[in-house]
Each structure stands twice: as C-alpha cells, then as structure tokens.
C-alpha cells in the first residue's frame, strides 16, 4: 500500500485486527508498518508517540463499538425494542477484541482509564433506554449495571462462545428488566 494513501483510520484498523489476534504487544510502529508494507516513517507521519497512537486504538474501539451501539439504540423509538437490539449485539459479539482490550488494561493504565469511562458510557445507554421503559433512574441505574457486569462477566469466561443465549433469551432478558414490577 502506498504510504501517501493510508490514512489514520487505516493503521486504527490494522491495530484493532493485530490487537484481536495477537494482543497488545502487536501494537508497535514496526511490525504494523511490516503489515501494511509501509515504513515506520508512515507510521510517525500520521502519529506523533507509540502513547498518541494507543489513545487513537482506544478511541478508534469505542467508536466501532459503543458509539454504533448507541447510534443504534437511538434510532428505535421504541424503548424495550431498542433494550432488546442493544442486548442482541452486546450478548452475542466481540469476544475476542473486547477481551484483548480489557487484558491491555490490566497493564496500562491510560488504557484501564479509558476503557473504565467507555463502560460507563456503555452502562449510561443501557440506563437511559431502561429510563425510557418507565423505570426510575435509581433502578435503570442498578439493572443497566447488572447487564453491563452480566455481559463483561460472560466474555471473560474461558470458552465464551460457549456461553450464549438465544435471541428468545436476550429478548426475554429484555422485557425482563425493563419490566415497571420492581417491588
């Protein structure tokens, strides 16, 4: 690839595949400039510090990942709907990169920081959806906590991809805790 053509977005990319497969210690000038077949030079003209360039791997996840989720959840009116669509693409994705991410923060703290405010932005989501069905703040607050910790839970299991639901659970799931019988 022509190192005139590449852009940010395309090392970001790059970074979130190498991450996925092979961890955070593939998250190198050198070895990404191999892959794209480009020089570390490319790498520095697009990234001032190897620190720039993991704040820009972070921010680059949660926009993939987080923010089409709630751009998502903010296109359906409907509110258990859009708790339910939430729930279908939170329980049933991103194992491998969500994991990765959250090993990388067990030893970066810059990492741990960001990836601690992506979750609560993840948990504010759920929270407002689950305030939409009717709830009261205090309870969303509490049931979008224990779907946020529910869903982290299962991706941290060995074999997660073991541990599923079916859409009829996740949409049961759904209705569930967005139902107003709290007492």
Same mark, same amino acid.
């Given at each position: 690839?022509?190192?005139?053509?590449?852009?940010?977005?395309?090392? $970001? @990319?790059?970074? #979130? &595949?190498?991450?996925?497969?092979? +961890?955070?210690?593939?998250? =190198? !000038?050198?070895?990404?400039?191999?892959?794209?077949?480009?020089?570390?030079?490319?790498?520095?003209?697009?990234?001032?510090?190897?620190?720039?360039?993991?704040?820009?791997?972070?921010?680059?996840?949660?926009?993939?990942?987080?923010?089409?989720?709630?751009?998502?959840?903010?296109?359906?009116?409907?509110?258990?709907?859009? $708790? @339910?669509?939430? #729930? &279908?693409?939170?329980?049933?994705? +991103?194992?491998?990169?969500? =994991? !990765?991410?959250?090993?990388?923060?067990?030893?970066?703290?810059?990492?741990?920081?960001?990836?601690?405010?992506?979750?609560?932005?993840?948990?504010?989501?759920?929270?407002?959806?689950?305030?939409?069905?009717?709830?009261?703040?205090?309870?969303?607050?509490?049931?979008?906590?224990?779907?946020?910790?529910?869903?982290?839970?299962?991706?941290?299991?060995?074999?997660?991809?073991?541990?599923?639901?079916?859409?009829?659970?996740?949409?049961?799931?759904?209705?569930?805790?967005?139902?107003?019988?709290?007492?």
């Amino acid at each position: 690839m022509d190192a005139r053509l590449l852009t940010p977005e395309d090392w $970001l @990319d790059l970074a #979130l &595949q190498e991450l996925k497969a092979h +961890g955070y210690n593939a998250l =190198r !000038a050198q070895p990404l400039a191999n892959k794209l077949s480009v020089t570390r030079g490319s790498f520095y003209h697009h990234f001032e510090s190897l620190e720039v360039f993991h704040a820009a791997v972070i921010a680059h996840w949660a926009k993939m990942t987080s923010g089409q989720i709630a751009l998502a959840a903010q296109d359906i009116d409907d509110a258990t709907e859009a $708790l @339910d669509d939430l #729930l &279908q693409k939170t329980l049933c994705s +991103g194992e491998a990169l969500e =994991r !990765a991410i959250r090993s990388w923060s067990t030893v970066k703290p810059m990492v741990a920081e960001a990836v601690e405010r992506i979750d609560q932005e993840r948990i504010d989501i759920a929270e407002t959806l689950l305030c939409r069905t009717g709830l009261p703040k205090s309870v969303s607050l509490a049931r979008a906590k224990l779907l946020y910790w529910a869903a982290i839970g299962r991706l941290m299991l060995p074999f997660p991809q073991n541990n599923v639901l079916s859409r009829v659970e996740i949409s049961d799931l759904a209705a569930l805790m967005s139902t107003k019988s709290y007492t």
